[in-house]
């Protein structure tokens, strides 16, 4: 039962995240509350994890939760489960683009689907930032104001935030960093 979950579930992500990986992350938080197949710590720390190695983050993400939900089977189905709808919408559009491309209602729907997308990432954007840089387990159990803040974490951000604005290099640079940092700090 758990492969035909993990299929479905991320069948729904495949199908309705448009926009690329990160448009995934409000789905999949949305999973992690439904089935608790991953904390959100880990979905978290996959987010950091997916972002520094190759591939989708997308199918990254699914691959590691259908492994950590299903073992080895569960990791293929919940990749295959991710991809089937891309799969089978490029086809569509491969068959029927050229047919359509100039029709002013599919010009109009494109049009509309890009400010869900930039909404769909910046929702997510907000999630990662939340659990990033607020500690809201310790707020919770103090009811102290100060420990809202993760002051490490708000640090690490504002020091790349200056870096990246200031130095411009490649982008895969500030996550080593950020990762170096991380062991040396043992954050």
Sequence with gaps: MIYVELFLEFFKIGMF????????????YQMVDKYGWIS?????NMIAVA??????IGINIATFVGYKAGNILGGIIATL????????IISLIVHYFM???????????????RPAVVG??????FEVARTALFDMHHYKSTHNILYLFDYK?????????????????????YI????????????
């Excluded at 047919?99 to 689907?113: L, R």
């Design 176 to 187: 080593i960093a950020s990762a170096i940092i991380g062991i040396l700090f043992k954050y």
């Design 40 to 44: 959100s710590d880990d979905l978290l």
């Design 153 to 173: 974490a708000i640090l690490l951000f504002a020091i790349m935030l200056f870096a990246i604005n200031k130095y411009k290099k490649h982008p895969i640079l």
């Design 17 to 28: 995240s448009i926009g690329g990986g990160l448009a995934t992350l409000p789905f999949l």
């Design 51 to 56: 972002e520094s190695t190759p591939g989708p």
């Design 99 to 113: 047919k359509f491309n100039e029709n002013p209602i599919v010009q109009s729907g494109f049009k509309g689907i």
């Design 120 to 125: 769909l990432i910046g929702a997510a954007g």
């Design 81 to 88: 489960g991710i991809i089937t709808p891309a799969i089978i």
